[in-house]
């Protein structure tokens, strides 16, 4: 339980702190030279471990080698982008709702694909963090409804793959550890982001950017070692231990909650009582949630 409570915290902190550095980057850098930056730092790194022998990239002959590229396919590669669009194309309030029904989505498309089992303590407690995130978005003051209808279908394609990229690597798993499926999600966002980021003209620029101001630097490595390496090496192998739906809910919550706090703190967001109210819903579902993952243990 101990290892658990590390992952689950290691994700939560990176994954929710991550905002800050995106804001502070998409200032001065594209959303993809941003992405190819942070994957291809991230992809680099590994490819220097797999040379020094410290990652193993084992993958003839193994059952679940789809699910281990579908992992990468799935996130960062199409999660990211339909991500991009999305926020791009409706609200940030609607593509904050979009992203809470990620656990829902989570569980529903892992009975119907993977024939997982569903309790009432477990659909409790993913409709009980959705109420609180939606209580503290709709309520809001900056609560709004814009957004196209190409952007409404990216952000839910984007729900679907972040749900299957938990479904793929719970799958994976079951022949990879936790640092070898990261460094193919690496690999592979790497080399996709990169090669987008060429075409629509932006060559070493992603890159000598980051050499203009220590700032910028430490955000990028921020990002791309400990939020991209670190967190998905930990959320990954997180999966081995809970199933998708379960894992995804309390990491996702607790980002969420984490996020929020931050941003009143640190970048002066505004608050109310539907911050006060929905944060405190969407810990009673993370409650649940942990009660639930115990009886697995």
């Not at 529903?108 to 694909?113: D, E």
Request: charged residues 10%; positive net charge; hydrophobic residues 55%.
């Amino acid at each position: 339980m101990t290892m658990i409570i590390f992952l689950i915290a290691m994700v939560s902190i990176g994954w929710g702190v991550a905002f800050i550095s995106l804001a502070t980057l998409l200032k001065v850098m594209a959303p993809m030279q941003l992405l190819a930056a942070r994957w291809g730092i991230t992809g680099f790194l590994f490819l220097i471990l797999i040379v020094c022998g410290k990652v193993k990239l084992n993958l003839k002959g193994q059952k679940n080698l789809p699910f281990l590229i579908m992992t990468g396919l799935f996130e960062p590669c199409a999660y990211s982008i339909l991500e991009a669009y999305g926020v791009k194309l409706t609200s940030a309030s609607i593509s904050a709702i979009f992203v809470a029904t990620i656990p829902c989505m989570t569980l529903i498309l892992g009975i119907i694909l993977f024939r997982h089992k569903a309790d009432v303590k477990l659909v409790l407690s993913l409709l009980i963090t959705f109420a609180g995130v939606a209580i503290a978005t709709v309520f809001s003051p900056a609560f709004s409804i814009g957004g196209t209808r190409t952007g409404m279908v990216c952000m839910m394609l984007g729900v679907i793959a972040a749900s299957m990229y938990s479904l793929s690597s719970k799958k994976a798993s079951a022949d990879f550890d936790a640092t070898t499926v990261t460094a193919v999600m690496a690999l592979e966002g790497g080399v996709l982001f990169n090669i987008i980021a060429l075409v629509q003209g932006y060559g070493f620029d992603t890159y000598s950017i980051l050499l203009t101001d220590w700032s910028i630097v430490g955000n990028m490595l921020f990002l791309a070692v400990f939020c991209a390496f670190a967190s998905y090496v930990c959320y990954n192998k997180l999966l081995n231990y809970v199933e998708p739906a379960l894992g995804n809910n309390i990491v996702s919550s607790l980002s969420t909650v984490i996020g929020v706090v931050c941003g009143i703190i640190i970048m002066g967001d505004l608050w109310g009582w539907y911050t006060i109210i929905g944060m405190g819903v969407t810990l009673a579902g993370v409650w649940l949630a942990s009660m639930r993952m115990r009886e697995d243990l």
